[in-house]
């Protein structure tokens, strides 16, 4: 495989992987779609111009593509009933503090907000990806994080309150 | 600036997403305000929860991205599903179209095959013969 290819995959994988993680909140189907998203990339690479792009398209496809996840499965599975997250060996404490603050935000406060933090986006450049005017993405993010401190805020009293 | 207004504004602090002066201000009033300080404190501690919370990408990814790029051009276009499904209808429909058309040749080939069996009704043009021969046939013997 091309050294490019492979710089783009080691720079952007990580963040790609963990925005599809945070809508999904599944590994394997997280997995999938970061899979997607390369192999696409990778097979369209010659029309691509300039880093920004590139970087744009990949975040773009990684949210789309979990989204149509999403979306497919309200449609074809009982899923939306009752989500059963995967269980973990030995789950990361961090990764669960994390999962159980996203599992309480609405996906369109919650993309933008990963897109900013997990991307380390300008809200120009969200406004880009998610294809929506600067303003609602300001309004998005600060509503998102402002909900997000709720929640944890309540996690920590919780924790406090069941001695964990 | 009033607690409020920085409040609103403090994520937006935080991503350098403010101009200058505004930044200045929200800079000085942290200084004098423990509250407002208390509430960048909450929003650098959801940030450290997103920087530790990120999960590692497993390591067979890369493998099969390369797996797939790896292929032969040719192949892997079955794996682009939308070109696959473009490719898959442009199959099924020249598949339809010469079938459609090897049936209408069917037809013009049965269409043949009855009009030569068909049975012509001669006896007019027969009678037209037989007179003219007989007619010339008698000038020809007197």
């Known amino acids: 495989m091309d050294s490019r290819l492979e ?14 993680l945070g809508i999904l909140r599944n590994k394997d189907e997280a997995e999938d779609v970061m899979q997607n998203v390369f192999i696409k990339l990778f097979d369209s690479f010659q029309t691509f111009r300039g880093e920004a792009n590139i970087k744009t398209y990949l975040y773009r496809m990684a949210v789309n593509k979990s989204i149509d ?16 997250m995967p269980e973990t060996p030995n789950p990361d404490p961090a990764r669960t503090v994390l999962d159980s603050l996203l599992e309480n935000l609405k996906d369109d406060l919650k993309i933008p907000v990963l897109l900013s933090e997990i991307g380390g986006f300008s809200y120009k450049e969200i406004a880009a990806i998610l294809k929506i005017n600067l303003g609602t993405v300001k309004s998005r993010i600060n509503r998102g994080i402002t909900k997000l401190k709720e929640l944890a805020a309540k996690e920590v009293y919780d924790e406090m309150r069941t001695g964990k | 600036m009033k607690c409020e207004q920085v409040n609103e504004l403090l994520y937006d602090y935080t991503k350098s997403e403010v101009d200058k002066d505004t930044s200045v201000e929200i800079k000085a009033h942290l200084g004098l305000c423990p509250a407002c300080s208390a509430e960048l404190e909450k929003i650098a501690g959801l940030k450290a929860i997103f920087k530790t919370g990120m999960a590692d990408v497993p390591v067979r990814s890369m493998v099969k991205i390369r797996e797939h790029m790896n292929k032969p051009a040719a192949i892997r276009l079955f794996f682009r599903p939308a070109l696959a499904a473009v490719a898959v209808l442009f199959i099924a429909g020249t598949l339809l179209i010469n079938g459609i058309v090897a049936n209408n040749r069917n037809s013009d080939l049965d269409q043949f095959l009855d009009d030569s069996y068909n049975v012509v009704d001669h006896s007019d043009s027969y009678d037209v013969i037989q ?11 007197f």
């Open chain 1, 7 to 20: 710089q783009i995959y080691r720079e952007n994988s990580r963040y790609v992987y963990n925005v599809a």
């Open chain 1, 69 to 84: 996840y999403i979306r497919f499965q309200s449609l074809h599975s009982k899923k939306n009933e009752e989500i059963e």
């Open chain 2, 131 to 141: 007179a003219s021969y007989t007619e010339d046939s008698a000038q020809e013997v």
